[in-house]
């Protein structure tokens, strides 16, 4: 195990369990940081890379990355605006998406924005929850709840809520629906704003690049085909590749070997195009990672 340099290690707060947890484990295993027995111990060193997890409840990440306990952390972005904690968000994760949204009971009288006027509205997020109808000039009441905010309604101690919403289906069980999205979230990465070492800047310097790198794999796949000569032209007008794609001469007179990367949301709509200028055998594989 490697010795961790308090001037150049970084600790790095993450969720010890929670919606958040394991594709952010997942995550740092992709990059090429190895971790063990860290479902054992609140604070675990990385085998090969100078970093230690500190595994702690999301709701306190922020303010350990603020106070400079944690030199980065991985949360919701829904927990750092809450408080308006005082970090740099370095990144959006794409994943954890869920967003803050007001939900009323169905076929109740509150039907717009404007009709939350001089209602009660529960929520686990007073902090967003305020911040929003004073921006709009509503005067509301807000009841903070720890959990369990969508019966609030239910039990008439509340007229509405505020609370997060990944599919609906929750809001839909207890009667509710959508009024408005009042916040957008997703995992994010966060860093403290207190001086750090070069040493650390330039380990988040890679951190950040691998991240980069494994996320546009995670959206990319690598496609192999062959094909006449002459189609060369059309196929590299039809391929949205991130480069020039690599072109090799076969055995077969006449053909090429055609290999390039390209978003795997665009993959079905040029298959078709590409077999019609052509190209045949075509292969499509997954990356692990690569280098932007």
């Given amino acids: 195990m490697r010795t961790l340099d308090s001037t150049t290690s970084l600790r790095i707060a993450v969720q ?117 109808f004073e921006s709009k000039g509503i005067d509301v009441q807000v009841l903070t709840l720890s959990g369990s905010v969508e019966i609030a309604p239910r039990l008439e101690i509340a007229d509405a809520i505020s609370d997060l919403v990944s599919t609906g289906d ?43 790198g494994y996320q546009k794999a995670a959206k990319s796949r690598y496609i192999m085909m062959n094909a006449p000569q002459e189609s060369v032209p059309k196929i590299k007008e039809i391929i949205p590749s991130l480069k020039s794609p690599t072109v090799m001469p076969l055995a077969d007179n006449g053909m090429v070997a055609i290999h390039t990367v390209i978003p795997i949301s665009t993959f079905w709509d040029v298959m078709e195009q590409l077999e019609e200028a052509g190209a045949t055998g075509i292969v499509m594989l997954p990356i692990e990672s690569m280098i932007v």
Avoid: M, W
Avoid at 68 to 93: H, K, M, P, W, Y
């Fill in 16 to 132: 010890k369990s929670g919606r958040l947890t394991d594709k952010t484990l997942n995550l740092l295993e992709g990059i090429g940081l190895k971790f063990d027995d860290y479902k054992r111990s609140l604070l675990v060193k990385c085998l090969n890379f100078d970093v230690e997890l500190l595994l702690i409840r999301d709701d306190d990440i922020p303010e350990y990355v603020e106070d400079g306990v944690c030199d980065l952390g991985f949360v919701g972005a829904n927990v750092v605006e809450e408080d308006q904690t005082d970090v740099s968000i370095l990144r959006g994760l794409n994943y954890g998406v869920c967003r803050l949204s007001l939900a009323v009971p169905k076929n109740g009288d509150i039907q717009h924005i404007e009709d939350f006027n001089g209602k009660k509205i529960a929520t686990s997020y007073p902090g967003i929850t305020g911040r929003f």
């Fill in 170 to 212: 929750t809001l839909k069980a207890n009667g509710l629906v959508e009024i408005a999205t009042i916040f957008e979230s997703e995992t994010q990465l966060i860093k403290t704003n207190k001086p750090l070492s070069n040493g650390k800047a330039e380990l988040i310097g890679k951190i950040l690049q691998r991240i980069e």
